[in-house]
C-alpha cells in the first residue's frame, strides 16, 4: 500500500520541501515585533511590520542560511535597509527578482521564494488608513492624532517604519 503522506506534489515521492528560510525569517520578525509591544499582534499593522521584516531577513540572507548565531550581528544591517532614506522597496523587487532567476536557473522551485513573493504582493496591494504625515507643517507630531488627516496607503510604507522602529527597540 503507498503511504500517501510520504508522496511530495510533484511525484517523486519525496518529501515535499518545507520553506524553513522563510518561516525562520517571520520567527524573528515576529519576535522584533512583539519584544517592541508597539500594536497588538491581531492588527493589520502588525501583519505589514512582520512581512515587511521578514522580507529585510529574508532577502538580506545573501548566503542562503539564516543561522540563529547571526541575528544579533546582522541588526544594523536591518536597520540600514529599513532605514527611511534608502529605497527599500526597490531593493526588495531586485532581490526577489534575482532569486527568482537563480531558481528558474537552478530548475528547483523555492517554496521559500515562493512565501516571499506572496508577502510582497500583499504588502504591495493591500492599503491601511494611516495617518497622513505629509499634510503636516515641519514633519512634526500631530496633535490629537486621531482627528488628524488620514490616507490610504500601500501596507509596506506602514510596516517598513514600525519594523524598522522594533529593531530600535530590541
Do not use: C
Request: glycine share 10%; charged share 20%.
Amino acid at each position: 500500500m503507498l503511504d500517501r503522506g510520504r508522496q511530495s506534489t510533484d511525484g517523486t515521492g519525496g518529501a515535499p520541501a518545507v520553506p524553513m528560510a522563510w518561516f525562520y525569517a517571520e520567527y524573528i520578525a515576529d519576535e522584533l515585533l512583539r519584544t517592541g509591544d508597539l500594536m497588538p499582534p491581531t492588527s493589520f499593522e502588525f501583519r505589514a511590520g512582520r512581512d515587511a521584516l521578514a522580507l529585510t531577513v529574508f532577502l538580506s540572507d545573501t548566503d542562503g542560511e539564516l543561522s540563529g548565531i547571526r541575528v544579533v550581528s546582522q541588526l544594523e544591517t536591518w536597520l540600514s535597509l529599513t532605514a527611511y532614506d534608502q529605497p527599500w522597496q526597490d531593493w526588495v523587487r531586485e532581490r526577489l527578482a534575482q532569486l527568482a532567476a537563480a531558481s528558474i536557473a537552478s530548475g528547483a522551485s523555492s517554496p521559500d521564494l515562493d512565501l516571499a513573493a506572496e508577502a510582497w504582493r500583499w504588502l504591495q496591494e493591500t492599503e491601511l488608513l494611516a495617518p497622513d504625515l505629509d499634510a503636516v507643517p515641519g514633519g512634526g507630531p500631530v496633535v490629537g492624532e486621531e482627528d488628524g488627516p488620514k490616507v490610504w496607503t500601500p501596507a509596506w510604507r506602514l510596516g517598513l517604519p514600525l519594523g524598522h522602529l522594533a529593531i530600535h527597540l530590541f
